[in-house]
């Protein structure tokens, strides 16, 4: 198949836009692969803007009609990287048209349309990818490869914290902040990722959510008129006027794995010090692991079954492409490290890897395997507003 080319559409063009067109730029300049992406039409809602996107990063086409983008002859792949109401409508329509979908995570705002995109994609002629990119984190995946070897024998503790520090009182009401728009806050945006991290790593499913609480801290927020590139909506126009923010700020949570392993989650975009803070911590019987996004080139592991005066913490620099370290034969020489952008490229490598009737190099997350995440967040949710334990049978 080599030579064979993918027609790609974005859908969306901010944040997550410029990490995948980027992507985009230069998967196929560091890895072989089976399908090349053509960057062919961006869409997203504003035509100045989005034309101006297209000519800095290279989309051959602009255009503000995103159905018609999703669903025109050209194009082979459809790539949503809109807020997640929008999710299931842009998803739908693409799989529809017979179109591979790679959607930004979470799958969905609520979990009746993330059903509905799970059903669409069992039905669908092409195949659906969700943007868990930290998997792709080498180290990540050295994790999960470590893990599924037996080398932490029997998991006995899962703890995962993803802490940021930008949504205080004077970030505006962006639809971070907008229940009915992004569906939960730091639950959804942040703790999405290290429950998928640790399902990933662990290869568990959380059985029970035990406890949970969610707390709105910053209750009002002023209202965002436009502008503002970052995602603290730094540099914004804003209106003397506030609105009710309707999401958590920080959400706490307890779950038991099916295993019997328990897990502590924590989320939130107020731990005042923690920029991007994605952790998390893995005990067993015969060892443990620790990561931090903030090191990501690093894998801490602590191996239990040394003598005893030998044991202590190590850290490998996971970025020896000699020693199959995940993904590190497709960069640099060894410790010339890999940054946030990699995880993306990376995740680009293998969707199109896949699209082209190859082996990703670590499992990535479709549609059905992100709605195991989305019924987490629901159990989450439940167990706060109810404050009673959610087992995830009831969550279906
Ligand atoms: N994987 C990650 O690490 C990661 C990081 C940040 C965001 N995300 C996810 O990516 C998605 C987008 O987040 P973002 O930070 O890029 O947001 P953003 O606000 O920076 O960009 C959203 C884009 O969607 C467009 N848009 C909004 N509503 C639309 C609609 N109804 N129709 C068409 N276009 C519309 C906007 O014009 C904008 O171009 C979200 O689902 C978010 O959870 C993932």
């Not at 907008?178 to 998928?196: F, P």
């Not at 059985?207 to 503002?228: D, F, N, P, Q, W």
């Not at 020489?333 to 995880?343: D, F, I, K, N, T």
């Amino acid at each position: 198949m080599p030579g064979e080319t993918c027609n790609v559409a974005l859908i969306g063009s901010k944040f997550m836009g410029r990490a995948h067109s980027n992507a985009y730029l230069k998967v196929a300049k560091f890895f072989d692969l089976p399908v090349a992406p053509v960057m062919h039409t961006v869409a997203a809602r504003n035509a100045e803007d989005v034309a101006a996107f297209a000519k800095r990063w290279g989309w051959q086409n602009a255009s503000t009609d995103w159905r018609a983008t999703a669903t025109s002859d050209e194009i082979d792949l459809v790539d949503v990287v809109t807020p997640n109401n929008v999710h299931c409508e842009h998803t739908l329509a693409a799989l529809e048209a017979g179109k591979h979908v790679a959607c930004e995570k979470p799958l969905a705002a609520t979990l009746d349309d993330a059903r509905q995109m799970v059903a669409a994609a069992k039905n669908a002629k092409g195949k659906s990818f969700v943007w868990y990119n930290y998997r792709r984190c080498p180290a990540v995946a050295l994790a999960h490869q470590i893990c599924k070897d037996g080398k932490l024998g029997r998991i006995y503790q899962i703890r995962g914290c993803y802490l940021q520090d930008w949504a205080g009182p004077d970030t505006p009401l962006m639809w971070r902040f907008q229940g009915e728009v992004a569906g939960s806050g730091a639950l959804g945006d942040l703790c999405a990722h290290t429950i998928d991290t640790a399902r990933f790593i662990t290869g568990d499913e959380v059985s029970e959510v035990v406890g949970a609480t969610m707390e709105t801290v910053i209750k009002e927020r002023v209202i965002l008129e436009g502008g503002g590139g970052e995602i603290s909506g730094r540099g914004a126009q804003t209106a003397q006027k506030t609105g009710a923010s309707t999401v958590d700020d920080i959400v706490l949570f307890v779950a038991k794995m099916q295993s019997g392993a328990l897990a502590t989650f924590e989320a939130t975009r107020l731990s005042t010090g923690y920029k991007n803070s994605n952790r998390i911590e893995i005990h067993g019987e015969k060892g443990a692991i620790r990561f931090n996004f903030e090191r990501m080139n690093e894998l801490d592991w602590y191996d239990a079954t040394l003598p005893e005066n030998l044991q202590g913490w190590s850290t490998i620099n996971v970025t020896n492409g000699n020693a199959n370290h995940p993904y590190a034969g497709a960069w640099w020489p060894v410790a010339h490290v890999l940054g946030y952008e990699h995880s993306f490229i990376n995740e680009t490598a293998d969707i199109l890897s896949v699209i082209g009737g190859q082996d990703p190099v670590v499992p990535l997350p479709d549609f059905a395997d992100a709605y195991e995440v989305q019924r987490v967040l629901a159990a989450v949710t439940a167990s706060s507003e109810q404050h009673t334990p959610i087992p995830l049978s009831e969550i279906q």
